[in-house]
T-cell receptor, first 113, second 116 residues
Framework: DAKTTQPNSMESNEEEPVHLPCNHSTISGTDYIHWYRQLPSQGPEYVIHGLTSNVNNRMASLAIAEDRKSSTLILHRATLRDAAVYYCILRDRGGGSNYKLTFGKGTLLTVNP | GAGVSQTPSNKVTEKGKYVELRCDPISGHTALYWYRQSLGQGPEFLIYFQGTGAADDSGLPNDRFFAVRPEGSVSTLKIQRTERGDSAVYLC??????????????FGPGTRLTVT
């Protein structure tokens, strides 16, 4: 599986935007970029995914670099409930029916009131 | 609607004992995954079911671990002769499956297993 690199931790203030970076320099043409987050004492939760174009949903935006070697998850206005570990994951579109996820250590986001 | 549920939420067992962990996926989800998460690490894939069959069990660490999904819904992860190194949170996830074109996995809250 292609590897992703994320900062171990980041801090933000409530009501401010947060940009969570992810490097994936060995990404292949068939890899989707997925983001999940894990709140304390809970299972991971899907946030967003994309292939080439930027994506928006009710939770966040995903900005993908033109060469696809990096991406950024954007939380437009952080709240205390956004404090979590955020995982950037590459999943092979050509992996048959098995969509297993390969998690790294993720980025621990702290949101200050 | 109901999400993925896992029972028990906590399990403490002695080294060498046998344990079973249960997962109830979201109704209608044909794909089911088991992951294991150690303290400070991201979840690690164990096994994937599509329907009743284990399509990929490459993540099971050894033959003490086994999982079943006999009717294509509920799944049980079975661990024989437990070791202290098996202590972790065991997570179950389900998804609609490949035909749906949906990639989102829905995770349960996990079972925290402690082997003493």
């Amino acid at each position: 599986d292609a590897k992703t690199t994320q900062p171990n931790s980041m801090e933000s203030n409530e009501e401010e935007p947060v940009h969570l970076p992810c490097n994936h320099s060995t990404i292949s043409g068939t890899d989707y970029i997925h983001w999940y987050r894990q709140l304390p004492s809970q299972g991971p939760e899907y946030v967003i995914h994309g292939l080439t174009s930027n994506v928006n949903n009710r939770m966040a935006s995903l900005a993908i670099a033109e060469d696809r070697k990096s991406s950024t998850l954007i939380l437009h206005r952080a709240t205390l409930r956004d404090a979590a570990v955020y995982y950037c994951i590459l999943r092979d579109r050509g992996g048959g029916s098995n969509y297993k996820l390969t998690f790294g250590k993720g980025t621990l986001l702290t949101v200050n009131p | 609607g109901a999400g993925v549920s896992q029972t028990p939420s906590n399990k403490v067992t002695e080294k060498g004992k046998y344990v079973e962990l249960r997962c109830d996926p979201i109704s209608g989800h044909t794909a089911l995954y088991w992951y294991r998460q150690s303290l400070g690490q991201g979840p690690e894939f164990l096994i994937y079911f599509q329907g009743t069959g284990a399509a990929d069990d490459s993540g099971l660490p050894n033959d003490r671990f086994f999982a079943v999904r006999p009717e294509g819904s509920v799944s049980t992860l079975k661990i024989q002769r437990t070791e202290r190194g098996d202590s972790a949170v065991y997570l179950c996830a389900s998804s609609l499956g490949p035909a749906s074109g949906s990639y989102e996995q829905y995770f349960g809250p996990g079972t925290r297993l402690t082997v003493t």
